[in-house]
T-cell receptor
């Protein structure tokens, strides 16, 4: 099925560990982005990419790295996990930055202990 | 930065009732969007609004783009249990802008 696929769905990390959240889309979308969702805070933009090889910071980028080597994939790396990074992470894609039709993945629930 | 304000944080209604949600901003947006997030899933687009004053329906949902371009509302008529979820408003300021999201309203529907 066409869409945005996120893996893993759940993850528990210890403080200081690193890991990569995977995001892949098969719709040939140029624009991809990562959000975190915390209770009462809505969706906050972490990093985004307007095409392969191009990434930029969003509202809350600290502690996260991204790269975009292909159109399909946009992984999010946590370099040294902290309890403050406990959240639900969503990847979204669309055919352009200002496009209306963002498609979201089903999320990764991350707990850092 | 731009902010979209949604309140209250939670709403509780009886099945069959209508409910209305507002979204306001101090900034002008050129496109207003309403998303719904089911438990354990990502948000899904419900309605998109492109012109000030525009009124658009999608089944039992009706949304309007405020004439000042600084607000929007979403109305759900004859609510049913599957309307439960978080409703986000979102806005775009221009063709190359990124989506700005409100903090969402969690809707509960009592059978």
């Amino acid at each position: 099925n066409a869409g945005v696929t996120q893996t893993p769905k759940f993850q528990v990390l210890k403080t200081g560990q690193s890991m990569t959240l995977q995001c892949a889309q098969d719709m040939n979308h140029e624009y991809m982005s990562w959000y975190r969702q915390d209770p009462g805070m809505g969706l906050r933009l972490i990093h985004y990419s307007v095409g392969a090889g191009i990434t930029d910071q969003g509202e809350v980028p600290n502690g996260y790295n991204v790269s975009r080597s292909t159109t399909e994939d946009f992984p999010l790396r946590l370099l040294s996990a902290a309890p403050s990074q406990t959240s639900v992470y969503f990847c979204a894609s669309s055919y352009s930055t200002g496009a209306v039709g963002y498609t979201f993945g089903s999320g990764t629930r991350l707990t850092v202990v | 930065g731009q902010q979209l304000n949604q309140s209250p944080q939670s709403m509780f209604i009886q099945e069959g009732e209508d409910v209305s949600m507002n979204c306001t901003s101090s900034s002008i947006f050129n496109t207003w969007l309403w998303y719904k997030q089911d438990p354990g899933e990502g948000p899904v687009l419900l309605i998109a609004l492109y012109k000030a004053g525009e009124l658009t329906s999608n089944g039992r949902l009706t949304a309007q783009f405020g004439i000042t371009r600084k607000d929007s509302f979403l109305n759900i008529s004859a609510s049913i249990p599957s309307d439960v979820g978080i409703y986000f408003c979102a806005g775009l300021t221009g063709a190359n802008s990124k989506l700005t999201f409100g903090k969402g309203i969690t809707l509960s529907v009592r059978p």
